[in-house]
Protein backbone atom coordinates (compact mmCIF):
# COMPACT_ATOMS: atom_id res chain seq x y z
CA UNK A 1 0.00 0.00 0.00
CA UNK A 2 3.39 2.65 0.98
CA UNK A 3 4.71 1.74 -2.83
CA UNK A 4 0.96 2.73 -4.50
CA UNK A 5 0.31 5.77 -2.47
CA UNK A 6 4.06 6.89 -3.06
CA UNK A 7 2.77 6.41 -6.65
CA UNK A 8 -0.32 8.31 -6.77
CA UNK A 9 1.39 11.35 -5.11
CA UNK A 10 3.98 11.27 -7.95
CA UNK A 11 1.58 11.27 -10.23
CA UNK A 12 -0.40 14.22 -8.04
CA UNK A 13 2.74 15.84 -8.48
CA UNK A 14 3.10 18.40 -11.51
CA UNK A 15 6.65 19.03 -12.90
CA UNK A 16 5.37 22.46 -14.16
CA UNK A 17 6.23 25.97 -12.96
CA UNK A 18 3.13 27.54 -11.39
CA UNK A 19 2.28 29.70 -14.59
CA UNK A 20 1.81 26.77 -16.50
CA UNK A 21 0.18 24.76 -14.25
CA UNK A 22 -2.68 27.83 -13.31
CA UNK A 23 -2.78 28.76 -17.27
CA UNK A 24 -6.43 28.28 -18.54
CA UNK A 25 -7.29 26.06 -20.95
CA UNK A 26 -9.35 26.70 -23.87
CA UNK A 27 -13.15 26.42 -23.71
CA UNK A 28 -13.65 24.19 -26.53
CA UNK A 29 -10.89 22.10 -26.56
CA UNK A 30 -10.59 18.55 -28.02
CA UNK A 31 -7.75 16.04 -27.47
CA UNK A 32 -6.18 15.02 -30.82
CA UNK A 33 -5.81 11.04 -31.73
CA UNK A 34 -2.04 11.38 -30.70
CA UNK A 35 0.22 7.74 -31.08
CA UNK A 36 1.37 6.64 -27.66
CA UNK A 37 5.10 6.89 -27.14
CA UNK A 38 6.45 3.55 -25.40
CA UNK A 39 10.00 4.23 -25.20
CA UNK A 40 11.06 1.94 -28.56
CA UNK A 41 10.64 4.17 -31.59
CA UNK A 42 12.74 7.76 -32.41
CA UNK A 43 11.84 10.87 -29.72
CA UNK A 44 12.15 12.72 -32.31
CA UNK A 45 9.55 11.26 -34.68
CA UNK A 46 7.05 10.99 -31.79
CA UNK A 47 7.84 15.13 -30.96
CA UNK A 48 7.35 16.01 -34.69
CA UNK A 49 3.61 13.95 -34.87
CA UNK A 50 2.81 15.92 -31.55
CA UNK A 51 3.60 19.26 -32.73
CA UNK A 52 1.86 18.24 -36.09
CA UNK A 53 -1.51 16.90 -34.23
CA UNK A 54 -1.89 19.76 -32.46
CA UNK A 55 -0.67 22.86 -34.22
CA UNK A 56 -3.66 25.01 -34.27
CA UNK A 57 -2.47 25.48 -30.47
CA UNK A 58 0.76 25.54 -31.09
CA UNK A 59 0.96 29.08 -29.89
CA UNK A 60 -0.17 28.03 -26.74
CA UNK A 61 3.17 26.69 -24.66
CA UNK A 62 1.15 26.08 -21.57
CA UNK A 63 -1.42 24.01 -23.39
CA UNK A 64 1.38 22.02 -25.00
CA UNK A 65 2.74 21.20 -22.19
CA UNK A 66 -0.48 20.21 -20.06
CA UNK A 67 -1.63 17.81 -22.78
CA UNK A 68 1.85 16.49 -24.06
CA UNK A 69 1.63 13.62 -21.21
CA UNK A 70 -1.92 11.97 -22.51
CA UNK A 71 0.44 11.30 -25.84
CA UNK A 72 2.86 8.88 -23.49
CA UNK A 73 2.23 5.24 -23.02
CA UNK A 74 3.29 2.99 -19.42
CA UNK A 75 7.34 3.30 -19.97
CA UNK A 76 7.20 7.17 -20.81
CA UNK A 77 4.49 7.93 -18.83
CA UNK A 78 7.01 7.13 -15.41
CA UNK A 79 9.81 8.94 -16.53
CA UNK A 80 7.38 12.15 -16.82
CA UNK A 81 6.10 11.36 -12.98
CA UNK A 82 9.78 10.92 -12.00
CA UNK A 83 9.96 14.79 -13.29
CA UNK A 84 10.74 17.40 -10.45
CA UNK A 85 8.40 19.46 -9.82
CA UNK A 86 8.06 22.62 -10.88
CA UNK A 87 10.91 21.79 -12.92
CA UNK A 88 9.66 22.39 -16.81
CA UNK A 89 9.22 25.98 -17.48
CA UNK A 90 8.28 25.93 -21.20
CA UNK A 91 7.12 23.12 -23.69
CA UNK A 92 10.92 23.58 -25.68
CA UNK A 93 12.42 22.36 -22.15
CA UNK A 94 9.98 19.91 -21.75
CA UNK A 95 11.19 18.27 -25.47
CA UNK A 96 14.29 19.15 -24.68
CA UNK A 97 14.14 16.55 -21.13
CA UNK A 98 12.03 13.92 -23.19
CA UNK A 99 14.90 13.99 -26.18
CA UNK A 100 17.94 13.36 -23.28
CA UNK A 101 15.91 10.61 -21.46
CA UNK A 102 15.06 8.34 -24.75
CA UNK A 103 18.38 9.40 -26.88
CA UNK A 104 18.93 5.50 -27.04
CA UNK A 105 16.23 5.55 -29.00
CA UNK A 106 16.92 7.84 -31.66
CA UNK A 107 16.95 6.35 -35.02
CA UNK A 108 20.79 6.83 -36.75
CA UNK A 109 20.71 8.26 -40.53
CA UNK A 110 21.45 5.64 -42.73
CA UNK A 111 24.68 6.96 -45.18
CA UNK A 112 24.16 7.49 -49.21
CA UNK A 113 26.63 4.96 -49.54
CA UNK A 114 23.76 2.35 -48.06
CA UNK A 115 22.44 2.23 -51.36
CA UNK A 116 25.12 0.55 -53.35
CA UNK A 117 25.54 -2.28 -50.55
CA UNK A 118 21.63 -3.27 -51.39
CA UNK A 119 21.24 -6.15 -54.35
CA UNK A 120 18.84 -7.84 -56.09
CA UNK A 121 18.84 -11.95 -54.56
CA UNK A 122 18.94 -14.91 -56.93
CA UNK A 123 15.33 -15.38 -57.99
CA UNK A 124 13.88 -13.15 -56.28
CA UNK A 125 11.30 -10.56 -57.96
CA UNK A 126 11.91 -6.61 -58.80
CA UNK A 127 8.84 -6.14 -56.56
CA UNK A 128 9.88 -7.48 -53.60
CA UNK A 129 13.60 -5.93 -54.69
CA UNK A 130 12.05 -2.26 -55.33
CA UNK A 131 10.62 -2.51 -51.76
CA UNK A 132 13.59 -3.17 -50.02
CA UNK A 133 15.20 -0.53 -52.12
CA UNK A 134 12.62 2.29 -51.37
CA UNK A 135 12.17 1.77 -47.75
CA UNK A 136 16.31 2.28 -47.12
CA UNK A 137 15.96 5.27 -49.47
CA UNK A 138 13.02 6.63 -47.58
CA UNK A 139 15.48 6.12 -44.16
CA UNK A 140 18.09 8.11 -45.75
CA UNK A 141 16.03 11.43 -46.49
CA UNK A 142 15.30 13.24 -49.76
CA UNK A 143 17.59 15.21 -51.77
CA UNK A 144 18.83 11.47 -53.27
CA UNK A 145 17.06 11.98 -56.64
CA UNK A 146 19.60 12.45 -58.40
CA UNK A 147 21.79 9.10 -57.63
CA UNK A 148 18.60 7.21 -57.19
CA UNK A 149 18.56 5.85 -60.61
CA UNK A 150 22.30 4.58 -60.31
CA UNK A 151 22.37 3.19 -57.42
CA UNK A 152 18.92 1.62 -58.31
CA UNK A 153 20.40 0.26 -61.46
CA UNK A 154 23.62 -1.34 -59.90
CA UNK A 155 21.44 -3.61 -57.67
CA UNK A 156 20.08 -4.96 -60.25
CA UNK A 157 21.53 -7.88 -62.29
CA UNK A 158 23.42 -6.92 -65.29
CA UNK A 159 21.29 -9.03 -67.80
CA UNK A 160 18.11 -7.49 -66.48
CA UNK A 161 16.08 -6.08 -69.36
CA UNK A 162 15.31 -2.95 -66.89
CA UNK A 163 18.87 -2.53 -66.17
CA UNK A 164 19.57 -2.05 -69.79
CA UNK A 165 16.93 0.21 -70.42
CA UNK A 166 17.99 2.11 -67.80
CA UNK A 167 21.47 2.42 -68.86
CA UNK A 168 20.62 3.58 -72.60
CA UNK A 169 17.67 5.86 -71.45
CA UNK A 170 18.46 7.54 -67.96
CA UNK A 171 15.09 8.64 -66.69
CA UNK A 172 15.32 12.41 -65.95
CA UNK A 173 13.79 12.03 -62.51
CA UNK A 174 11.86 10.41 -60.10
CA UNK A 175 8.54 10.45 -61.78
CA UNK A 176 10.32 8.72 -64.65
CA UNK A 177 12.19 6.39 -62.76
CA UNK A 178 9.20 5.47 -60.67
CA UNK A 179 7.19 4.86 -64.07
CA UNK A 180 9.91 2.81 -66.21
CA UNK A 181 10.11 0.05 -62.54
CA UNK A 182 6.08 -0.46 -62.47
CA UNK A 183 6.27 -1.32 -66.53
CA UNK A 184 9.06 -3.84 -65.62
CA UNK A 185 7.04 -4.87 -62.76
CA UNK A 186 4.11 -5.75 -64.38
CA UNK A 187 5.63 -7.43 -67.31
CA UNK A 188 6.89 -9.74 -64.33
CA UNK A 189 3.92 -10.41 -63.44
CA UNK A 190 2.60 -11.37 -66.73
CA UNK A 191 5.93 -13.47 -66.85
CA UNK A 192 4.87 -15.55 -63.65
CA UNK A 193 1.51 -16.19 -64.44
CA UNK A 194 2.12 -17.18 -67.97
CA UNK A 195 5.03 -19.52 -66.82
CA UNK A 196 3.34 -22.34 -66.90
CA UNK A 197 2.06 -22.53 -70.33
CA UNK A 198 2.95 -24.52 -73.11
CA UNK A 199 3.42 -23.81 -76.69
CA UNK A 200 0.59 -25.74 -78.96
CA UNK A 201 2.98 -26.83 -81.65
CA UNK A 202 4.88 -29.72 -80.91
CA UNK A 203 2.29 -31.03 -78.15
CA UNK A 204 0.85 -34.59 -77.74
CA UNK A 205 -2.55 -35.11 -79.26
CA UNK A 206 -2.82 -38.26 -77.94
CA UNK A 207 -6.35 -38.74 -76.49
CA UNK A 208 -8.00 -36.06 -78.62
CA UNK A 209 -11.10 -37.63 -80.24
CA UNK A 210 -11.82 -36.02 -83.51
CA UNK A 211 -15.06 -34.72 -83.80
CA UNK A 212 -17.82 -37.06 -85.95
CA UNK A 213 -19.88 -35.23 -88.15
CA UNK A 214 -24.11 -36.55 -88.24
CA UNK A 215 -24.51 -38.88 -90.96
CA UNK A 216 -27.49 -36.73 -92.43
CA UNK A 217 -25.07 -33.89 -92.65
CA UNK A 218 -23.87 -32.76 -96.49
CA UNK A 219 -21.71 -30.45 -96.84
CA UNK A 220 -21.87 -28.35 -100.07
CA UNK A 221 -19.04 -28.41 -102.27
CA UNK A 222 -17.26 -24.67 -103.47
CA UNK A 223 -17.90 -23.42 -106.73
CA UNK A 224 -14.44 -23.14 -106.99
CA UNK A 225 -11.30 -24.68 -105.47
CA UNK A 226 -8.86 -22.30 -103.38
CA UNK A 227 -5.74 -23.60 -102.93
CA UNK A 228 -2.99 -21.46 -100.98
CA UNK A 229 0.44 -21.28 -100.76
CA UNK A 230 3.01 -18.85 -98.83
CA UNK A 231 5.23 -17.54 -101.40
CA UNK A 232 8.64 -14.76 -99.74
CA UNK A 233 9.52 -11.96 -101.53
CA UNK A 234 12.93 -10.85 -100.90
CA UNK A 235 12.42 -7.77 -103.24
CA UNK A 236 9.20 -5.50 -103.96
CA UNK A 237 6.59 -7.54 -105.43
CA UNK A 238 5.76 -5.22 -108.30
CA UNK A 239 9.07 -6.56 -109.95
CA UNK A 240 8.31 -10.16 -109.71
CA UNK A 241 5.08 -9.57 -110.98
CA UNK A 242 6.51 -7.68 -114.04
CA UNK A 243 9.06 -10.42 -114.74
CA UNK A 244 6.45 -13.35 -115.00
CA UNK A 245 3.43 -11.63 -115.73
CA UNK A 246 3.80 -13.89 -118.99
CA UNK A 247 4.05 -17.42 -117.18
CA UNK A 248 1.32 -20.03 -117.68
CA UNK A 249 0.35 -20.17 -114.05
CA UNK A 250 -0.66 -15.97 -114.36
CA UNK A 251 -2.51 -16.41 -117.74
CA UNK A 252 -6.31 -16.33 -117.67
CA UNK A 253 -8.60 -18.26 -120.16
CA UNK A 254 -10.29 -15.24 -122.28
CA UNK A 255 -13.53 -15.73 -123.97
CA UNK A 256 -12.10 -17.09 -127.27
CA UNK A 257 -10.07 -20.13 -125.77
CA UNK A 258 -7.19 -18.58 -125.74
CA UNK A 259 -5.13 -16.97 -122.67
CA UNK A 260 -3.64 -13.53 -122.49
CA UNK A 261 -1.20 -12.03 -120.32
CA UNK A 262 -3.29 -9.56 -117.93
CA UNK A 263 -1.07 -7.35 -116.24
CA UNK A 264 -3.02 -6.67 -113.05
CA UNK A 265 -1.57 -9.00 -110.05
CA UNK A 266 -3.28 -12.34 -109.11
CA UNK A 267 -5.89 -12.18 -106.64
CA UNK A 268 -4.44 -12.69 -102.77
CA UNK A 269 -6.15 -14.51 -99.63
CA UNK A 270 -5.38 -16.35 -96.71
CA UNK A 271 -5.42 -19.73 -97.50
CA UNK A 272 -4.15 -23.37 -96.35
CA UNK A 273 -0.58 -24.84 -96.33
CA UNK A 274 -0.79 -27.15 -99.09
CA UNK A 275 0.65 -26.62 -102.28
CA UNK A 276 -1.16 -26.22 -105.44
CA UNK A 277 0.43 -27.77 -108.45
CA UNK A 278 0.50 -24.62 -110.17
CA UNK A 279 1.61 -22.22 -108.32
CA UNK A 280 5.26 -21.41 -107.72
CA UNK A 281 6.56 -22.73 -104.23
CA UNK A 282 9.16 -19.88 -102.33
CA UNK A 283 11.27 -20.14 -99.84
CA UNK A 284 11.72 -17.91 -96.48
CA UNK A 285 11.68 -14.68 -96.31
CA UNK A 286 13.61 -11.94 -94.52
CA UNK A 287 11.13 -9.40 -94.58
CA UNK A 288 6.91 -11.15 -93.83
CA UNK A 289 5.30 -13.27 -95.64
CA UNK A 290 2.61 -12.61 -97.92
CA UNK A 291 -0.12 -15.20 -98.48
CA UNK A 292 -1.08 -15.50 -101.94
CA UNK A 293 -3.65 -17.79 -103.61
CA UNK A 294 -4.74 -19.74 -106.98
CA UNK A 295 -8.02 -19.60 -108.19
CA UNK A 296 -9.52 -21.91 -111.37
CA UNK A 297 -12.21 -20.89 -113.35
CA UNK A 298 -13.32 -17.35 -112.32
CA UNK A 299 -12.54 -14.69 -114.20
CA UNK A 300 -9.51 -12.17 -112.97
CA UNK A 301 -12.24 -9.22 -111.80
CA UNK A 302 -13.80 -11.99 -109.55
CA UNK A 303 -10.66 -13.72 -108.17
CA UNK A 304 -9.54 -9.97 -106.99
CA UNK A 305 -12.65 -9.65 -105.17
CA UNK A 306 -12.83 -13.18 -103.57
CA UNK A 307 -9.10 -12.47 -102.26
CA UNK A 308 -9.37 -8.86 -101.25
CA UNK A 309 -12.05 -9.64 -98.75
CA UNK A 310 -11.43 -12.91 -97.60
CA UNK A 311 -10.34 -12.74 -94.59
CA UNK A 312 -10.19 -15.60 -92.16
CA UNK A 313 -8.29 -17.84 -89.45
CA UNK A 314 -8.14 -21.47 -88.96
CA UNK A 315 -6.37 -24.13 -86.79
CA UNK A 316 -3.61 -23.60 -89.08
CA UNK A 317 -3.05 -20.04 -87.02
CA UNK A 318 -2.64 -21.04 -83.54
CA UNK A 319 0.48 -22.74 -84.50
CA UNK A 320 3.62 -21.12 -82.50
CA UNK A 321 1.28 -19.48 -80.16
CA UNK A 322 1.15 -20.26 -76.54
CA UNK A 323 -1.97 -22.29 -76.12
CA UNK A 324 -4.57 -21.40 -73.98
CA UNK A 325 -4.02 -17.61 -72.79
CA UNK A 326 -5.62 -14.71 -72.13
CA UNK A 327 -3.14 -12.36 -73.89
CA UNK A 328 -3.74 -9.51 -75.17
CA UNK A 329 -2.40 -8.68 -78.95
CA UNK A 330 0.58 -6.73 -78.47
CA UNK A 331 2.81 -5.70 -81.78
CA UNK A 332 5.40 -4.00 -83.45
CA UNK A 333 4.74 -1.14 -85.66
CA UNK A 334 6.51 1.84 -87.32
CA UNK A 335 5.37 4.84 -86.48
CA UNK A 336 6.58 8.33 -88.01
CA UNK A 337 8.79 6.28 -89.73
CA UNK A 338 10.33 4.88 -86.27
CA UNK A 339 10.20 0.98 -85.79
CA UNK A 340 8.01 0.99 -82.03
CA UNK A 341 7.63 -1.89 -79.94
CA UNK A 342 4.72 -2.85 -77.45
CA UNK A 343 1.90 -1.67 -79.67
CA UNK A 344 -1.46 -2.91 -78.34
CA UNK A 345 -4.23 -3.92 -80.74
CA UNK A 346 -7.13 -3.01 -78.77
CA UNK A 347 -11.14 -3.58 -80.15
CA UNK A 348 -12.74 -2.05 -77.37
CA UNK A 349 -11.21 1.35 -77.37
CA UNK A 350 -12.57 3.97 -79.12
CA UNK A 351 -9.21 6.00 -79.35
CA UNK A 352 -5.57 5.64 -80.65
CA UNK A 353 -3.82 6.67 -77.28
CA UNK A 354 -0.26 7.94 -77.06
CA UNK A 355 1.85 7.27 -73.56
CA UNK A 356 4.54 9.49 -72.61
CA UNK A 357 7.52 6.84 -73.50
CA UNK A 358 6.91 6.55 -77.01
CA UNK A 359 6.03 10.62 -77.03
CA UNK A 360 9.70 11.41 -75.49
CA UNK A 361 11.16 8.90 -77.51
CA UNK A 362 9.66 10.55 -81.08
CA UNK A 363 11.50 14.40 -80.27
CA UNK A 364 7.66 15.10 -79.61
CA UNK A 365 6.99 18.53 -78.00
CA UNK A 366 3.96 20.05 -76.09
CA UNK A 367 3.47 22.99 -79.33
CA UNK A 368 3.71 19.98 -81.65
CA UNK A 369 0.41 18.73 -80.19
CA UNK A 370 -3.25 20.24 -81.30
CA UNK A 371 -5.90 20.73 -78.28
CA UNK A 372 -8.11 18.12 -76.87
CA UNK A 373 -10.48 18.90 -74.36
CA UNK A 374 -12.29 15.93 -73.99
CA UNK A 375 -11.72 13.51 -70.67
CA UNK A 376 -11.12 9.58 -70.88
CA UNK A 377 -11.33 6.90 -68.49
CA UNK A 378 -8.30 5.15 -67.98
CA UNK A 379 -7.59 1.24 -67.15
CA UNK A 380 -8.37 1.46 -64.08
CA UNK A 381 -11.71 3.86 -63.68
CA UNK A 382 -9.53 7.29 -63.37
CA UNK A 383 -10.41 9.88 -65.47
CA UNK A 384 -7.57 11.36 -67.50
CA UNK A 385 -7.47 14.65 -68.87
CA UNK A 386 -5.68 14.79 -72.19
CA UNK A 387 -1.97 16.59 -72.71
CA UNK A 388 -3.75 16.82 -76.70
CA UNK A 389 -3.66 15.47 -79.69
CA UNK A 390 -1.09 15.06 -83.04
CA UNK A 391 -1.52 13.15 -86.42
CA UNK A 392 1.08 10.70 -87.59
CA UNK A 393 1.73 7.81 -89.91
CA UNK A 394 1.25 4.33 -88.88
CA UNK A 395 3.05 1.50 -91.23
CA UNK A 396 2.47 -1.95 -90.78
CA UNK A 397 3.44 -4.63 -93.31
CA UNK A 398 4.08 -1.47 -96.14
CA UNK A 399 0.22 -0.16 -95.87
CA UNK A 400 0.35 3.14 -94.27
CA UNK A 401 -2.31 5.17 -92.79
CA UNK A 402 -2.44 8.58 -90.90
CA UNK A 403 -3.82 7.98 -87.34
CA UNK A 404 -4.60 10.75 -85.07
CA UNK A 405 -3.55 9.69 -81.49
CA UNK A 406 -4.68 11.65 -78.33
CA UNK A 407 -1.79 11.63 -76.12
CA UNK A 408 -2.26 11.14 -72.08
CA UNK A 409 -0.13 11.16 -69.56
CA UNK A 410 -0.21 8.65 -67.96
CA UNK A 411 0.85 5.35 -67.01
CA UNK A 412 0.85 2.16 -69.63
CA UNK A 413 3.00 -1.07 -69.98
CA UNK A 414 2.61 -0.86 -73.54
CA UNK A 415 3.98 2.77 -75.88
CA UNK A 416 0.38 2.54 -78.11
CA UNK A 417 -3.00 1.62 -78.12
CA UNK A 418 -4.02 1.12 -81.81
CA UNK A 419 -8.19 1.41 -81.26
CA UNK A 420 -11.16 1.03 -83.49
CA UNK A 421 -10.26 4.19 -85.80
CA UNK A 422 -7.08 2.47 -86.89
CA UNK A 423 -8.59 -1.05 -87.54
CA UNK A 424 -11.49 0.69 -89.60
CA UNK A 425 -8.83 2.45 -91.44
CA UNK A 426 -7.03 -0.63 -92.29
CA UNK A 427 -9.94 -2.90 -92.52
CA UNK A 428 -8.42 -5.11 -90.22
CA UNK A 429 -9.28 -8.33 -88.45
CA UNK A 430 -7.63 -8.89 -85.01
CA UNK A 431 -7.95 -11.92 -83.22
CA UNK A 432 -6.31 -12.03 -79.41
CA UNK A 433 -6.85 -16.20 -79.67
CA UNK A 434 -4.71 -16.61 -82.46
CA UNK A 435 -2.49 -13.13 -81.73
CA UNK A 436 -2.49 -12.16 -84.80
CA UNK A 437 -4.04 -9.55 -86.69
CA UNK A 438 -4.94 -9.60 -90.90
CA UNK A 439 -5.73 -6.93 -93.29
CA UNK A 440 -5.74 -6.55 -97.18
CA UNK A 441 -3.26 -4.91 -98.99
CA UNK A 442 -2.02 -4.54 -102.74
CA UNK A 443 -0.67 -7.64 -102.90
CA UNK A 444 -3.12 -9.64 -100.78
CA UNK A 445 -4.04 -10.12 -97.32
CA UNK A 446 -1.24 -9.70 -94.74
CA UNK A 447 -0.73 -11.00 -91.08
CA UNK A 448 0.82 -9.53 -88.21
CA UNK A 449 2.11 -12.41 -85.48
CA UNK A 450 1.64 -10.88 -81.97
CA UNK A 451 4.40 -11.05 -79.55
CA UNK A 452 3.22 -13.01 -76.26
Not at 172 to 179: I, N
Not at 217 to 234: D, R, S, T
Not at 288 to 298: D, H, K, R, S
Not at 360 to 389: H, I, M, N, W
Request: hydrophobic content about 35%.
Amino acid sequence: MDAMSRALRRAARSPFSDEIEWAPMPSRFTRPPFNSYEGKTDPVEHVSHYIHMISLHAHNDALMCKVFPSSLGSTALRWFNGLRKGSIRSFAELIQEFGSRFVTCSRVPQPVDALLSIKMRVSETLQSYANRYWELYNEIGGGNEKIAANTFRMGVPEDSELRESLTKRPPEDMRQLMRRIEEYKRLEDDRLQNKGKAPLLGRSRQGVIPARPKKDFKMQEPEAQIEGVNVAFKEPVHKILDRIKNETFFRWPNKMGGRSAEKESPPTTAGSDRSHPRCPRGTEAAKGVLTVACIEGESPEKRMKVGRLTISFGEEDLQGSIQPHDDVLVVTARISGLLVKKVMIDQGSGADMMYPDLFEGLGLKSQDLAKYDTPLVSFDGRVVVPEGQISLSVDMKGKEVIVTFIVVQSFSPYTAILGRPWIHAMKAVPSTLHVKVKFPTEYGVAMVRGNQ
